[in-house]
């Protein structure tokens, strides 16, 4: 099958309704600092082979423009304030959509595709010098020729996060299916600091703001080889023993680690395989979890902004470094640990830190360890269009990717079993290869559902 995506056309969406004027939207300290990062989304559907080639387009076309009234944020432009932060001027200058067409049909697509095949369906363009011409958000519509739709959804990381791309997409969904939104977006700033939490500069930095302060201060760790993505699907079962083996006692535990979640065992479990693919002989590579902090700070899942936070994982002093199936379990018992350890005051506490240091922008979170993000939070597949098109799978990337690589890991649909998982490693070309056959993976029979060509 031809792989080739042909672009047809590019245009300007606006919303539907106009904006009162004057209107602007600050970005937070969190916001400020994911300014370098971008989020890549895909969205696969399943049309019928009669449908007429643009006809589709079209609705979906018209039902952004409606659901966009509710999204000022996102068909604004950037602006400095009079400190020099950016914040979002809502003119209503709207959203860049690319419509193309592609070879084939959506199914022959997905049993070939690549990460480099893929990401010709989500259009993205960095920051113009003139960043108040730029659009922050893109929308590609790729027809499939066979039948079959991809949505690919690219945006600045500064203004949103995975969940609201996600609630983005949810919403759109909703307007073309039932023209009503079931969770409007909810524009506020962040939970206003404690007089409590009030410290003098010279404070000792612990927790989360040790973390980022060393990740800001280390120089950026850039890799030569060039980055892949593959994609594994785990089904509920075999999920479920991933966390049942977790708890198995290692030699050096007294008793068997607590209940771990999916995220936790399968970051563990992809830890130890990824350290030993690396070189690692002892202990395991550096490596850092990303989680949705929303419920911790008492925001609503439909809050539009960042709160998605990056935590350090330390191995306890007495991890084994000799057996390699006593790893695991000890492995997911320290990100259990950082998991746990990110609070509601902490997070407060990071945020004034952010404020009284103006600290901006950075790539730095994710250019030394080997970061493990959660999208636990997410359900892609509830963005359901018109005509009852259902997601038949989804595609989650957050640029650039550096230094040790990042696995994603978020959900499969839910009458796949509630505890099934899709793993998306971005990762070093020849370690992408020899994690794909990786014997202490490959127990848990995974779905490898996109991979590289092996070139070595």
Known sequence: ?????????????????????????????????????????????????????????????????????????????????????????????????????????????????????????????DMHQKPYYWSTFYVQLTEFEEGGIAIGLSCTHLLADSI???????????????????SPPIFHPLPPQKPQNKKPNNISYMGLISHYKSSIEKPISIKESKYTTISMGFSHHMVQACMSLAQINGSSSPSPSPNSTPFEALSGLFWVALSKIKGIQNGLVDMSICLNVRKIMGLDQGFFGNSMLYNKVHLEENFNLDLYENKFPQATKAIKNAVAKIKNEEIIDLIEWF???????????????????????VDPYLATFQD??????????????????????????LDEGPLGRVVMATLQEEEAIKLCEDEFISQFSPNILMKCVNKY
């Not at 404020?355 to 030394?368: A, F, L």
């Open 355 to 377: 404020e009284n240091n103006d600290i901006n922008s950075s790539t730095m979170m994710k250019g030394h360890d080997l970061v493990f993000t959660s999208l636990e939070d």
């Open 164 to 182: 609201c791309a996600t609630n983005f997409m949810k919403a759109w969904a909703d307007i073309s299916l039932d023209n009503k939104m079931i």
């Open 388 to 413: 009852m098109l259902k997601p038949i799978h989804v595609s989650y990337y957050i640029e650039p990717v550096l230094g040790e690589g990042h696995v994603l890991i978020l959900p499969t649909p």
């Open 1 to 125: 099958m031809a792989s080739s995506v042909n672009i047809i056309c590019k245009r300007t969406v606006v919303s539907t309704k106009a904006i009162e004027p004057g209107k602007y939207l600050p970005l937070s300290v969190l916001d400020r600092f994911m300014e370098k990062n971008h989020i890549r989304m895909v969205y696969y559907y399943q049309t019928s082979e009669e449908l007429e080639l643009g006809k589709l387009t079209k609705k979906l076309r018209e039902t952004l423009s409606e659901m966009l009234t509710h999204f000022p944020i996102v068909t604004g432009r950037l602006i400095r304030d009079d400190m020099g932060h950016w914040k979002i001027k809502c003119n209503d200058a709207g959203v860049r959509m690319v419509e193309a067409k592609a070879k084939g049909g959506v199914e022959e697509w997905l049993r070939s595709v690549d990460r480099e095949k893929e990401l010709k369906l989500v259009y993205w363009e």
